[in-house]
């Protein structure tokens, strides 16, 4: 079935006033997929990790020499794999956008684990690799060949300028365990021909009928480029063992079989006329980029676009201008062959999903740039030209939007308008917040790209408090203080039901109510109380000892101290394991929900004890502690 995304939310910059213009520009955080999102930019040499707020939570520095080449991938193990080339590239016999030169594989922190250099006369990385099942690598290649060989080959002589052609080389490397890597299979579309030009040549034929071989005279984007297909990415199918390969300039996707390399294109996508199959009319891709089969990253076996392809498609074209799409397809693979549509060409008839804004030149990125679908089901596309990334609800709904505060690599002042091609980049893939590189390591917000931010409401720290104002006889106040904006206040029982609201709780049964605060930015807080109605009277001032916790907020421990005043409780403070008895001295830790969390065993104390919280994740709680004198409620804070 074909769906189609007709976003009427889409907020250009324009729409978010002139102030903020770069970083997070719009943050919905109940909303978003959570995790961090990985960028590799243009004219400058590092990888690096974003939170929601646009902070860097973790970099990977590469020398001022280098600039990317142009893909980074994190694998599970938090290692990273990346493309980079020499930031000087004068005088280089193959150079043209998109050049790489070095594929390495780093640790987390940055220690070298292998690396691969390809950048000659004959051969040169560029755009993008993959990382496959094992360790090695996929990557793409341009292969130089000249002229006179181009036209052997049945290539137009028109079609060939001075410097030969570049036609595509797919090769797997694989590390040699020495710190270096070597190549251990190729495919290359020089092999796989077919030319109507001669039947003297080698590989006459009509494309129609050969539609596994590519037309050597199709496709040129300008009378005698070199780059002749100019493959921009690439993926790999682990269970089927394919390889996924954009052309823009045959405005197709074609599939490898890695098994099979003799076999050429097992299945093609996007421009039947690029086989000789159609006419400009059905063609449905346009300079595409970005296609990869939609798996992992979240997206687990059992989502309906599991194992589907997802990919940019930049330059469609409408009576007002250019714009950008997204497209899901779903080809269908089955009896070792990929089925045709109901033409009989290549299937599917259609895109099973697309992506496009209302207004057709509010979004465009002539070249680069990606799409995602995320974890929780939201998208976030890109456009690479502009430095943007969007992400968006099935329904169209901006939740986040992020611009790149650099200007050919250097940060720029917060309020500075960047023009097309400032900042750029080829992707951002967002990875989600459980993916194993994330376990055990800190990701703790660190500084902003851009100079002199001015964060988002929801990205400004939390400061605010409650406190205890009073809790007499059937009557309990708090204060909440340092709030931005209003704040609202609501106090909840033992099950989580809301049973009041403002500062104040009154004519209720006693026991223990949550009350929780939430300022205009979305920052909360919680205190727990034991609440009074009974007709016993609670201790207070000179006759009710006081507790203290510290430090506050904690890490892996608290230290509770007693501090008692010149009238003594009618018991010494102690605190012993049992929570059992109302008359004994005990300690509970429990969450803002009123969730126990767990308790703490003590014979007694006279001054303090320490109290472990390693176990407890980042959050608010409450300590509390029961003696004679009554129920003593500390809030705390854990920090990760």
Known sequence: MRNSLILGLFLPAAALGQTPTVGTLAFVPDSVSPGYTLYQPHNQPDAFLLNFCGEVVHRWEAADTLRPGNSAYLLPNGDLVRALRPAVTAGNPIWAGGGGATIERVTWDGAPVWSFTLNTATERLHHDFVPIPGGNVLALVWEAVDSAAAVAAGRLPELVGAGGIWPEKIIEIAPDGTGGAQVIWEWRAWDHLVQTTSPDLPNYGLPADHPNRIDVNFGTPEPVAADWLHANSIDYHPQLGHILVSIPTFDEVWIIDHAAPEAGLIWRWGNPAAYGAGTSDDRQLHYQHSAHWIDGLGLQPGSPDFGKIGLFDNQNSSDLGPYSTAHILAPVFADGLYQPGSTGLFG?????WTWTPDTPTAFFSSGLSNFQRLQNGNNLITL???????????????????????????????????????????????????????????????????????????CLPCTLELALLSNSTGLAEVAATGGNGAVDVVWLDADGTPVATGTVLADVPAGLYTVTATDANGCTAALEVDFFNTGIPVLA????????????????????????????????????????????????????????????????????????????????????????????????????
């Open 384 to 458: 690479g030209r502009t430095g943007m990334t969007y992400e968006f609800t099935p329904a169209g709904t901006l939740v986040w939007h992020h611009r790149l505060p650099l200007s050919n690599g250097t940060p720029v002042a917060q309020g500075t308008v960047l023009t097309t091609n400032a900042n750029l980049f080829f992707r951002a893939t967002r990875y989600p917040a459980m993916f194993p590189a994330f376990q055990g390591v800190d990701l703790s917000a660190g500084e902003f790209l851009e100079l002199d931010p001015t964060p988002l409401p929801a």
């Open 541 to 640: 001032g000179p006759d009710r000892p006081r507790w203290t916790l510290y430090p506050n907020p904690a890490t892996d421990h608290l230290t509770l101290t007693p501090s008692p005043t010149s009238t003594s409780p009618s018991t010494s403070p102690s605190i012993s394991i049992s929570i059992s008895s109302s008359t004994s001295p005990s300690i509970s830790i429990s969450s803002p929900t009123s969730t126990s969390i767990s308790t703490s065993t003590s014979t007694s104390i006279s001054s303090s004890t320490s109290i472990s919280t390693s176990h407890l994740p980042s959050g608010w709680y409450f300590l509390t502690v029961t003696d004679a004198s009554g129920r003593h409620t500390l809030p705390f804070c854990i920090v990760r």
């Open 348 to 352: 599917p008839d259609a895109p099973d």
